[in-house]
């Protein structure tokens, strides 16, 4: 069951330690730790399994995933010794590696895209091809008559070059790619992707999942454990504040004031989800180049227990962003493929467990993210698909 797994930004630190870690993990060089579908109540309930992946993917940059993973191991992200283990297998995927395409116009672009992805899935044989977006975060784009309808869009994409913004954003139009390809889609990023009404439209007639957004793998992922507790013991939050603190290039790009304010504002929908309404505070997220591919996460909240009195805690996070999301980049990547295998068209919301800003109306505590998780994984087993 040979599955291909395309990543948007395929040399970015995510990426790269997500392909290491798959190909370590085939090898037998290294335990599944991270991976949610390794975890005893869910293991070999879902197929394709990680050694069933292949990978290639599109960036705009060309260093070598070679050197990349060079720079993951001397900064601590992944251990020197399994990054040489893996070189040949490596070596390998850069060869699935291509320039992202830049056409004349928006619909060239999307063809180029979609060729890859067929000549990917032709070479290889694969059952299925599933595209993921790991890049970095895109500002918020203003909207356009033309995301309101499939018909739409297409006639827009179709005509002159527009002379101001665009029609889609680059997230959105490697959607439409993939879709257009019939590849399922999964956007790892707060950036908008498949989230327009057009695209949900592609999805359904060419009977194919998606899943989104932005991955959840440290303050966001504290903060839906904890802000149910609070709700459940009935203690008023009155604030909740945070400052995130991070380097490498996902740090760099979220100073630009448009990708923080997309990504600030994915981090901060739990709490209004969860409690019902919204403490005073805001997140905050600066960039410190020396920190690296390590991010540190430190919120203060203030709460009214009985009687009004006033109460407070404060919190910690010190974590290793590409390590904590690669094992959940291949989690995604199984899921779609087997929700795609089943027959699921449309979003995913039962991926919920996944995102800070997950798709459709879902529980956004920890807990209840997992029974639902849990729910689908039953009902996409081996012995459920048709």
């Given at each position: ?159 002159p ?51 989104g957004?932005?991955g959840?793998?440290?303050e ?15 203690l ?14 996902d ?111 879902v ?24």
């Open positions: 069951m040979r599955t291909g797994t395309w990543l948007i930004g395929a040399r970015g630190s995510v990426a790269v330690t997500s392909v290491i870690g798959a190909l370590a993990i085939r090898a037998g060089l290294a335990a599944p730790t991270g991976c949610v579908l390794e975890t005893p109540a869910l293991r070999e309930r879902i197929h394709p399994g990680i050694g069933d992946l292949v990978f290639g993917g599109h960036d705009v940059t060309s260093v070598p995933l070679e050197k990349k993973a060079a720079e993951l191991a001397g900064s601590g992200v992944v251990p020197a010794a399994l990054a040489l283990a893996v070189k040949d297998d490596l070596a390998a995927v850069e060869q699935q590696v291509r320039p992202l395409p830049a056409a004349a116009t928006q619909a060239e672009t999307a063809r180029a895209i979609a060729a890859d992805l067929d000549r990917f899935r032709r070479h290889h044989d694969l059952d299925r091809v599933v595209v993921i977006n790991v890049s970095t975060t895109e500002p918020v784009p203003p909207p356009h008559p033309a995301h309101a309808s499939l018909r739409e869009l297409r006639a827009a994409l179709s005509g070059p527009p002379a101001a913004e665009p029609v889609l954003p680059p997230s959105s139009l490697a959607a439409y790619a993939a879709l257009s390809a019939g590849c399922p889609y999964v956007d790892f990023t707060p950036s908008t992707g498949a989230r327009l009404p057009a695209l949900d439209e592609l999805a359904r007639e060419r009977g194919l999942p998606y899943a957004h932005d959840k793998t440290g966001t992922l504290v903060k839906s454990v904890l802000a149910p507790m609070f709700a459940q013991r009935n008023k939050v009155r604030t909740w504040s945070g400052i995130n603190l991070l380097g490498g290039g740090g760099a790009n979220l100073a630009r004031p448009g990708a923080n304010a997309a990504k600030s504002a994915s981090k901060q929908r739990v709490l209004p989800e969860t409690l019902g309404y919204l403490p005073q505070g805001e997140t905050r997220i600066d960039y410190l180049e020396d920190l690296g591919d390590f991010k540190t996460a430190w919120d203060l909240v203030t709460f009214e227990g009985f009687l009004g009195t006033g109460m407070r805690m404060e919190f910690t996070w010190h974590g290793c962003d590409s390590a904590l999301a690669a094992p959940l980049v291949l989690d995604l990547a199984r899921l779609t493929a087997a929700a795609h295998r089943a027959g699921r068209a449309g979003p995913l919301p039962e991926l919920a467990f996944f995102f800070k800003d997950p798709l459709g109306e529980p956004h505590g920890l807990a209840g993210q997992w029974r639902t998780l849990c729910d689908l994984v039953t009902a996409l087993g081996p012995e459920h698909t048709p």
